[in-house]
């Protein structure tokens, strides 16, 4: 059986891991045109080099922006945002491998995050930069339609109130979708949606105040029933990024719960403007708060830092990783997979197919 699984793997360019993983991918500099999706161990630091790339022609990734894992499957959903397409690989997937499905139909456009909910059978996507669209989970190629669509809004409080969402989670509790959006105002906002919302509808609710500003990232932790946002502030020469934890159920103006800010953070932003903010993600197997910083034009002053995600205050993070070891361009939004091996899984330690 063991040696059936390990074939099975090998055949689709995967591995089991040996522990936990983090996953990067993002934007390639002006001088290329593809940029890989990076795996590294769940605590490496430092310049630790990834323990495999998913990457090459076979991949058909050109910008890995944002992924999400999902366990029933076994799988990974990676929105590849100029490649206009969510691609589906084996969680372990590694090298120049194909995907084992590609969502791509013209309806989806560019597309900058998504997140698939099993129970429901269905896949929620940011499509065009402007609305959720929501499509079969297992929907494959260019013509699957959606089956459902929260229309673009266009104007500040316009019905929908989606403008140019770019982040994206799900809200198993409240059955809601939430993303995180420029305002017609110039402001960021979170916005949330009944899953089963379709065409020109109101929200259900929208967090918005000096607490969402400047907003660059978004995650959701279903058990603890929080939701997190990574925003930017400038203090006189002081710019740094900083994490807001919210309940889950907030609206309106509501304040966070507590907030990750401080120097012992490392969350400090140098003043170029080419600096900033990329990405925020969540590894609900580790309890950990992600945070990818990057720069245009500077691979070399990319980090990835870990927070524990009950942190509160001016913490250090439990982890850095840093420069050019996460890529040649600018950073996505980094996610997790968890170390999912059963107790007795021993093949590739001790070499033998054993009972």
């Given at each position: 059986?063991?040696?059936?699984?390990?074939?099975?793997?090998?055949?689709?360019?995967?591995?089991?891991?040996?522990?936990?993983?983090?996953?990067?991918?993002?934007?390639?500099?002006?001088?290329?045109?593809?940029?890989?999706?990076?795996?590294?161990?769940?605590?490496?630091?430092?310049?630790?080099?990834?323990?495999?790339?998913?990457?090459?022609?076979?991949?058909?990734?050109?910008?890995?922006?944002?992924?999400?894992?999902?366990?029933?499957?076994?799988?990974?959903?990676?929105?590849?945002?100029?490649?206009?397409?969510?691609?589906?690989?084996?969680a372990r997937a590694g090298g120049d491998?194909?995907?084992?499905?590609?969502?791509?139909?013209?309806?989806?456009?560019?597309?900058?995050?998504?997140?698939?909910?099993?129970?429901?059978g269905e896949l929620l996507v940011i499509?065009?930069?402007?609305?959720?669209?929501?499509?079969?989970?297992?929907?494959?190629?260019?013509?699957?339609?959606?089956?459902?669509?929260?229309?673009?809004?266009?104007?500040?409080?316009?019905?929908?109130?989606?403008?140019?969402?770019?982040?994206?989670?799900?809200?198993?509790?409240?059955?809601?979708?939430?993303?995180?959006?420029?305002?017609?105002?110039?402001?960021?906002?979170?916005?949330?949606?009944?899953?089963?919302?379709?065409?020109?509808?109101?929200?259900?609710?929208?967090?918005?105040?000096?607490?969402?500003?400047?907003?660059?990232?978004?995650?959701?932790?279903?058990?603890?029933?929080?939701?997190?946002?990574?925003?930017?502030?400038?203090?006189?020469?002081?710019?740094?990024?900083l994490i807001r934890i919210f309940d889950?159920?907030?609206?309106?103006?509501?304040?966070?719960?507590?907030?990750?800010?401080?120097?012992?953070?490392?969350?400090?932003?140098?003043?170029?403007?080419?600096?900033?903010?990329?990405?925020?993600?969540?590894?609900?197997?580790?309890?950990?708060?992600?945070?990818?910083?990057?720069?245009?034009?500077?691979?070399?002053?990319?980090?990835?830092?870990?927070?524990?995600?009950?942190?509160?205050?001016?913490?250090?993070?439990?982890?850095?990783?840093?420069?050019?070891?996460?890529?040649?361009?600018?950073?996505?939004?980094?996610?997790?997979?968890?170390?999912?091996?059963?107790?007795?899984?021993?093949?590739?330690?001790?070499?033998?197919?054993?009972?």
């Amino acid at each position: 059986m063991r040696v059936r699984m390990l074939l099975g793997w090998m055949l689709a360019g995967a591995l089991p891991a040996a522990q936990a993983e983090i996953l990067i991918g993002g934007f390639p500099p002006f001088e290329q045109t593809t940029h890989p999706l990076s795996v590294f161990a769940s605590d490496a630091t430092g310049s630790a080099a990834p323990l495999r790339r998913l990457e090459g022609p076979a991949t058909q990734l050109l910008t890995p922006a944002f992924g999400v894992y999902e366990p029933g499957e076994g799988v990974i959903y990676v929105s590849d945002f100029y490649g206009e397409a969510v691609r589906v690989y084996p969680a372990r997937a590694g090298g120049d491998v194909a995907p084992l499905r590609v969502l791509n139909p013209p309806s989806l456009s560019q597309t900058r995050a998504s997140a698939p909910v099993p129970a429901h059978g269905e896949l929620l996507v940011i499509s065009t930069n402007c609305c959720i669209y929501t499509y079969p989970i297992d929907g494959d190629g260019a013509d699957v339609e959606p089956l459902r669509r929260i229309n673009w809004g266009g104007v500040q409080g316009s019905l929908t109130r989606l403008a140019n969402p770019f982040a994206l989670t799900y809200l198993p509790a409240s059955d809601e979708a939430a993303v995180l959006d420029y305002d017609g105002d110039g402001t960021t906002q979170i916005v949330f949606h009944a899953r089963t919302a379709n065409g020109f509808v109101a929200p259900t609710r929208v967090l918005k105040s000096a607490h969402t500003a400047n907003a660059r990232g978004m995650a959701h932790d279903p058990t603890a029933g929080t939701l997190m946002i990574l925003a930017e502030e400038t203090t006189g020469a002081d710019r740094h990024a900083l994490i807001r934890i919210f309940d889950a159920a907030a609206a309106g103006t509501a304040a966070p719960l507590r907030t990750i800010a401080g120097p012992a953070t490392q969350l400090s932003i140098p003043s170029s403007t080419s600096y900033y903010p990329t990405g925020l993600g969540y590894d609900a197997d580790l309890d950990r708060i992600m945070v990818a910083i990057s720069s245009n034009g500077d691979p070399a002053t990319n980090r990835l830092l870990v927070f524990d995600a009950t942190a509160d205050g001016d913490v250090a993070p439990l982890q850095v990783i840093e420069g050019e070891t996460l890529g040649p361009g600018t950073l996505g939004t980094p996610f997790a997979v968890p170390d999912v091996r059963e107790p007795d899984d021993i093949l590739l330690r001790d070499g033998f197919d054993g009972p």
